[in-house]
């Protein structure tokens, strides 16, 4: 069983190099964006000094130039960064899509298939978010913080330690906070399944609703899971809502600090003013990653939840597969079954049915709702194994012919309708999608 941190991984991994230019354009970025600062309190020392006007105009094309080379690989970064999550969004969608199609028929006979397309769409959504903006404004928090916490050193030790001592009130919030987001989102998450389930129940059975005049009961069960759903997001809400004022009360006891203690440190001569002023500068400077901080929990708490709730479609195994030793030769057409039965759970379906159809020749099966004529058929192409006796095709047991070949050898109309949205382009195509309004089974 692979576990939710080995398929991170495996996506990233197969566009590290994107991912890794990406993360050094936001290293740049960052780099030069904490060096505005320093010329803004190199020009206020200037002034102070009695420089002249082209010393003042050469320091602020210097900043203005920085301040342009952060716009341009801040632009880089994101694009190459949020293009890796777009295309892993895409790899993860088909490879779900994919694994679906691959898992046998009582997989989905036991999942409520609201709950797969929520997971398919609504969790997918919250994946790409955790790879995307979360993970880039997470290299952009953490290259700022690294470059803005140096600079600050390079000014004065004594104020960037006073600011780092409230940062572990920042880490305590960061860490509760997002323990609590992560069950909430989880729990949200599950109740946004059942709503597309209720959604999707109602409109696949509307014939049936609209029959029993159920519209009502039904609309009023839709709003209370909804109500419930809704319910649920504030819950999640009011504690996404913790962290933001939190670190926001922490910056502001920082730059209280600073002034004061820098004021008078600034009377005394131990800084200039614009060593105030450029400290001050890299403080508000850390104020978006400080605030970050939880919004980049937020996202990455809820991606990770749906990563789990997708890892659970991953970690489904198909109970058929195809044999080591499979047959390839062509199929002529000898149905066989040899005391076959079958049961769903304690149910016995088909109990010890035995018959053989010669190739090109038929045979029909007659039985009121229920009797197992639907099943029978489903066992020949292995849509359900069967669980005692034998099938044969050909005089060789189904299990040992690849799906792919048995399945195409194998055609079946089933009794459900299935609406199409684009038209059949081939003959096989016609036979296998449209439906038989008659349960006659051949």
């Known amino acids: 069983m ?9 996506y990233l991994g197969q566009r590290k190099t994107q991912l890794a230019i990406g993360i050094l354009c936001a290293a740049a970025t960052a780099l030069a964006g904490v060096m505005p600062p320093r010329f803004i309190g190199a020009i206020i020392d200037a002034l102070q000094q009695g420089t002249t006007f082209q010393t003042v105009v050469l320091l602020a094309l210097a900043s203005v130039g920085f301040s342009a080379a952060d716009a341009v690989f801040r632009g880089i970064a994101r694009y190459l960064l949020l293009n890796t999550a777009r295309q892993a969004e895409y790899q993860i969608r088909n490879d779900l899509f994919a694994h679906l199609q691959k898992l046998h028929l009582a997989y989905f006979q036991h999942q409520r298939i609201g709950d797969l397309m929520a997971r398919l769409t609504n969790d997918l959504t919250a994946v790409r978010q955790m790879l995307g903006p979360a993970l880039m404004q997470g290299s952009f928090t953490i290259m700022t913080f690294v470059f803005a916490v140096l600079s600050m050193l390079g000014v004065s030790v004594k104020l960037t ?3 780092m001592i409230l940062m572990p009130i920042a880490s305590l919030a960061f860490w509760y906070v997002g323990r609590k987001v992560h069950v909430r989102f989880e729990r949200l998450q599950a109740k946004f399944g059942d709503l597309s389930t209720k959604a999707q129940e109602n409109f696949s059975g509307i014939r049936v609703v609209k029959a029993f ?6 609309a009023q069960d839709f709003a209370r899971v909804n109500r419930e759903y809704v319910g649920r997001a504030v819950e999640l809400t009011a504690v996404q809502g913790l962290i933001w004022p939190t670190m926001s009360f922490v910056l502001g006891l920082a730059v209280l600090s600073v002034l004061y203690i820098g004021g008078q440190d600034a009377i005394r001569g131990e800084l200039t003013l614009g060593q105030l002023v450029q400290f001050v500068a890299y403080l508000y400077l850390l104020s978006w990653p400080v605030i970050a901080i939880g919004w980049i929990s937020n996202m990455f ?7 789990v709730r997708l890892q659970e479609i991953f970690d489904a195994k198909p109970a058929i597969a195809d044999p080591i030793d499979a047959v390839t030769t062509p199929v002529r057409g000898e149905v066989e079954l040899r005391g076959v039965s079958f049961a769903y759970g304690q149910a016995i379906v088909l109990h010890d049915v035995s018959f053989k159809v010669p190739a090109g020749g038929s045979l029909a099966i007659v039985g009121p709702t229920g009797s197992g004529k639907s099943t029978l058929v489903n066992l020949i192409p292995l849509l359900f194994d069967v669980q005692q006796g034998e099938a044969l095709i050909d005089a060789i047991n189904v299990r040992r012919y690849p799906l792919h070949q048995l399945r195409r050898a194998v055609v079946y109309v089933p009794q459900e309708r299935r609406r199409s949205t684009g038209r059949a382009t081939c003959p096989s195509s016609t036979r296998t999608s449209r439906t038989s309004r008659r349960g006659t089974t051949r």
């Open 2 to 10: 692979t576990s939710a941190r080995a398929t991170f991984f495996h």
């Open 161 to 163: 330690v006073i600011s």
């Open 213 to 218: 005049s159920q519209e009502e009961p039904e």
């Open 301 to 307: 708490q809820a991606g990770w939840a749906s990563l």
